[in-house]
């Protein structure tokens, strides 16, 4: 992403941009899966059968859609982490200390800072 300066956003900025993005798009999916959770409960509480219940609901289930922003917060963590660790690498910054700040161990960040940068976030 590029700045009004032309200036181009370094690989951590991007990678926390994308994290916010997705947190903002996960906080959306999770209040779809609340209400629905909620109607479901309504459902159950009004003494409706479980069969009848779990036939009904439509897709994604609610657990799918739980399933869904996990599994895409996870991965948008660990890009920002790794990038946030090269960006503190870059600053001279120990991997002791990097370890310490992310409380981690030392190969824990050797190995993140060992794998492959995503090429969207180069």
Known sequence: MEH???ERD???TEALRELVDELDACLVELDRA???AAD???QRESGVAWLDIVGRETRPLVVEQIS???GSLSTAGHAWRRE???ALQAEDVSINRIAALFGVTRQRISTLLREPRDPATD
Do not use: K
Request: proline share 6%; aromatic share 0%.
């Open 4 to 6: 009004l300066s032309g």
């Open 10 to 12: 370094d690989p951590a």
């Open 34 to 36: 609340r209400h629905r």
């Open 40 to 42: 479901l409960l309504r």
């Open 68 to 70: 869904r922003v996990l």
């Open 84 to 86: 946030q660790a090269a």
